[in-house]
Structures are given as structure tokens and as C-alpha cells.
């Protein structure tokens, strides 16, 4: 394993030796030896970013050799995971401008992974203050899908260090600008049980979308299976109307809406992703590890999201 370093915006030190935090005990899932995988985990590079975050475990962001086309970010110790402590969570990042890099959005990844989840974002990892080590995109939809199969399968490897320590029963997809539409094309996987739409929303008028972005039509929106939220920049977000308009057309499924007035670019470059990935953890732990302390963000009125200093939101099916 190498070490290296990234731009200085994003405050990232090498990875050091400190032991993740007790979490509460959850059962190991039993692991295939014999099943199918792709070559085993092997990580070839780590970074921390910031301080690893504010959760019960510090993070990393990784590079691993059997996943070239994706950056990790997960709990530095999983030593004890699916055994005295919880199955990791997946989730599946798609970045914004469908770029083949989550440089933007480390702060705010590295954050959510410190909770407890594994999230594998598109793109190679960033390094040396540059925006990604891989060509430059669009980047396609299928790269989710991509991340989720590569998870299950090594959780079923017994050679790999992420043996029986995903739950791969709780997948998130979820992504910012284009990769929230990237997210919406795969969401109807019958695999994921949340989506997460940030600073995007289909086209309102499907001619606005650009190079290599998802042309998806609002009939879409009829697929979806799974609870919703879209996280949003207000008024000043080029997306606002598109994920708003989305909200309104969603009618069968969970659905909740949370406005800050920060525009299209969101918190994820603020220390530990501001208020974004503040919204975004308790979603996924709602959503992803029935946590009620996190479920009061989102139910009640006002919820707890509604309580935060200038967040508007609106909800639909959420008590």
C-alpha cells in the first residue's frame, strides 16, 4: 500500500492508526465462500480526509485494485465489523457534471462513511490536488449498478476483507446534478432501498439535458419503489425546479423535499460537507438502519430538518 496526499481545500492528512468506536452489536451475514466474485479487494492507496469525519468511526477514501473505476470511502477499522459491531450500509455515488471524479464531493462522502455506511463513488480516486486520475466523463448510470455488484460480490468472498461485513439487504443509490440523474436511471433496481437526489431532478423540458447526461422522462418517476428525498440549493439552484417538479409528479412512494438557499453548489466542499451530508447521514440511517433518533429529522411537524437553521421542506406519506 502507498500513501500520497490531495489539495490542501480539502484538508486531508494520511491515514493514521486510530481505532473506530464502539457501535452497537449486529449480526454477521453469512458469507459464500465458493460464489462468484471479480478479483478480490486489494487496496492499493488510502487517503483521510479532513479529520475522517464526526461519526462513531473515522473514515478513509481508498483506491482499490479489484475496483479501478471507483473511489471507496469507509470506515478505517472494520476489524470488528459483522461481528461485535453492524454490517456496513452501500451506497452508490454518482458525482455532478457526470464527472469521472467524486473530487467535489470528498468532505461530504467522507462524512456519511464515518457513520457507518460503505459508499463507493464513480470516478478513481483524487490525489495530488487533481479533479480525478481517470479520463474525464460523461460518466454512465451503469457505473452504479457497476458499484453494487461489486460490493455484493465481495461481501459473498471469504477472501476479501469486506467478507460478511455489508449488508447488502440495505442499498442506497444516490448522486449531485447528473449524477442525481444517474441516480434516478438506476433507482428502479429492485436491490435499493432508498434514493437520494441531490442539486438534480428530471428535466422539466427534456431537451435541457446536456452531453451525456440521463434523458429521462417524468413517466419514470412511476418506477420508483422505494422512499425518496431530494436535497436542494432553493430558488438559486439551476435544479430547483426540475427536482421540485419531480417531488410534486412522485405519488406512490415516501417522498421529502429539503431546501437550503445555497444554490447549486450545496455545503459538500464545507468542513465535514455542512449542512448537506447533516441531512443526508440521518437519511441514510433512517432509511438504511431503522435509527428513530434519525427519524425525527424527517417525521413529525416540524421535523427536525424543518428546525434547522434555514432549511424549508416539504413531505408526502412521512408522518
Partial sequence: MTTSSIS????????????????????????????AAPAVSKEIETLT?????????????????????????????????????????????????CANSPWEHVNFLSEIASHGFL?????????DGKRGGGPGGPTKASLLTDAINWAIAQN??????????LDTSKIAVAGMSCGGLQALEVA?????????????G???????????????SKDHLKKLHTP?????????????????DDYKNITEVPAFAANLEVGHGGTYAKPHGG???????????????GDEKAAAMFQGDPCGVAKMEGWKVEKKKIP
Fill in 8 to 35: 490542501s481545500s480539502h484538508k486531508i492528512r494520511l491515514l493514521s492508526g486510530a481505532a473506530c468506536l464502539a457501535l452497537a452489536a449486529g449480526m454477521p451475514q453469512a458469507v459464500a465462500a465458493d460464489a
Fill in 49 to 97: 480526509v479532513e479529520d475522517g469525519g464526526t461519526g462513531p468511526c473515522k473514515a478513509i477514501m481508498a483506491q482499490d485494485g479489484a475496483l479501478p473505476t471507483h473511489t471507496i470511502f469507509r470506515p478505517r477499522d472494520i476489524s470488528a465489523i459483522g461481528k461485535e459491531q453492524p454490517r456496513l450500509p452501500i451506497v452508490a455515488w454518482g458525482n455532478g457534471a
Fill in 119 to 127: 459508499i463507493i463513488a464513480i470516478g478513481p480516486m483524487p490525489v
Fill in 156 to 165: 459473498a468472498n471469504a477472501s476479501s476483507q469486506y467478507a460478511g461485513k
Fill in 188 to 200: 428502479p433496481d429492485p436491490r435499493v432501498r432508498t434514493l437520494m437526489v441531490c442539486n438534480s
Fill in 202 to 216: 428530471i428535466f422539466i423540458n427534456s431537451k435541457g439535458a446536456m452531453g451525456g447526461m440521463p434523458n429521462l
Fill in 228 to 244: 425518496v428525498i431530494y436535497i436542494l440549493g432553493g430558488r438559486k439552484d439551476i435544479a430547483y425546479a426540475n427536482g421540485m
Fill in 275 to 289: 449542512d448537506f451530508a447533516k441531512v443526508a447521514t440521518a437519511w441514510l440511517q433512517w432509511q438504511l438502519k
